[in-house]
């Protein structure tokens, strides 16, 4: 439940490069360990691959660290562009969460 639960939470995330959402197909889990999961994104749009990092607590994903690969590191290398504003906008929007999916994901 828990893999479907976030699959789902990360494909309302914009892609930091082009903004495109993520794809449900594009997400996937690479390991999950003591209430900490490691997700690889890939954008089908401009072919970003980043990875994020979640703790999970009861259900509730108190926090959330994205990480760039090495390519996109050198591109971004001079500039604040990309990262940054991202981890702290999922950071917000995960604080503010009432917990209601039916309600989020209804929305569109
Ligand atoms: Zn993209």
Do not use: P
Not at 46 to 71: H, K, S, W
């Amino acid at each position: 439940m828990r893999e479907a639960f976030l699959k789902r939470l990360f494909s309302k995330v914009n892609c930091g490069v082009c903004g495109q959402k993520y794809d449900v197909s594009n997400i996937k889990i690479l390991d999950q360990e003591d209430g900490l999961w490691v997700l690889s994104v890939y954008c089908s749009s401009c072919g970003t691959q980043g990875l994020i990092a979640a703790v999970v607590q009861e259900g509730n994903i108190t926090e959330v660290i994205t990480d760039l690969t090495e390519a996109e590191r050198e591109r971004f290398d001079d500039s604040e562009v990309v990262g940054v504003d991202d981890v702290l906008e999922m950071h917000n929007f995960l604080k503010e969460f009432d917990g209601d999916f039916a309600n989020l994901f209804s929305e569109k």
